[in-house]
């Protein structure tokens, strides 16, 4: 499959989903941070957002 087809296949929550897939993918192998470092981000987040509607 082409980055056109895909494209063209996925929905905006999909391209966008894959964009998100592909940065994080390509930080970890670069070095920019850890799988531990961007889990603990993604906690952190899911955390403020709880707190933001009352959980």
């Known amino acids: 499959m082409s980055y ?8 905006r929550v999909g391209r ?3 964009t998100i897939y592909a ?3 390509l930080l970890i192998h670069k070095g920019i941070y850890s799988q531990q470092g961007f889990e603990q981000l993604f ?4 955390r403020k957002e709880r707190l933001k ?3």
Not at 4 to 11: I, K, P, V
């Open 4 to 11: 056109a087809e895909a494209l063209e296949n996925l929905s």
């Open 53 to 55: 509607i009352g959980l």
């Open 43 to 46: 906690v952190e987040w899911a």
């Open 16 to 18: 966008f989903k894959a």
């Open 23 to 25: 940065m994080n993918t």
